[in-house]
């Protein structure tokens, strides 16, 4: 069964850092990607940022050159560098991965989510 379980969420003001991190087992031997998602109060989850199982990243334009996506593959944990925070990063953050491969590698999963809150 896969799980992802995030970690990392708090409250900083703005101009301030966070580290979220989202640990995933439950599977081997698949291809993987990782991502983060976000969603505010009254508005739809958005992406944020993800990382390839070939190690590429891609980001939102609203967080580029502010947040840093890395993973651990021995430890099969993927974090978010959050740095510069703005009050419109206020959200539930989100892990999902996506597997591919050889059976039984296929789906997409989600974690429960952690809480950022920024004030200004």
């Known amino acids: 069964q896969v799980q992802l379980v995030e970690s990392g969420g708090g409250s900083v003001q703005a101009g301030g850092s966070l580290r979220l991190s989202c640990a995933a087992s439950g599977y081997t031997y698949c291809n993987v990607d990782m991502s983060w998602y976000r969603q505010a109060p009254g508005k739809e989850r958005e992406f944020v940022s993800g990382?390839?199982?070939?190690?590429?990243?891609r980001y939102a334009d609203s967080v580029k050159g502010r947040f840093t996506i890395s993973q651990d593959n021995a430890k099969s944990t993927v974090y978010l560098q959050m740095n510069s925070l703005k009050p419109e990063d206020m959200a539930m953050y989100y892990c999902?991965?996506?597997?591919?491969?050889?059976?039984?590698?296929?789906?997409?999963?989600w974690g429960q989510g952690t809480q950022v809150t920024v004030s200004s």
């Open positions: 999902k991965t996506d597997l591919s491969g050889s059976w039984p590698c296929s789906g997409d999963y």
């Open positions: 990382i390839d199982s070939d190690g590429s990243t």
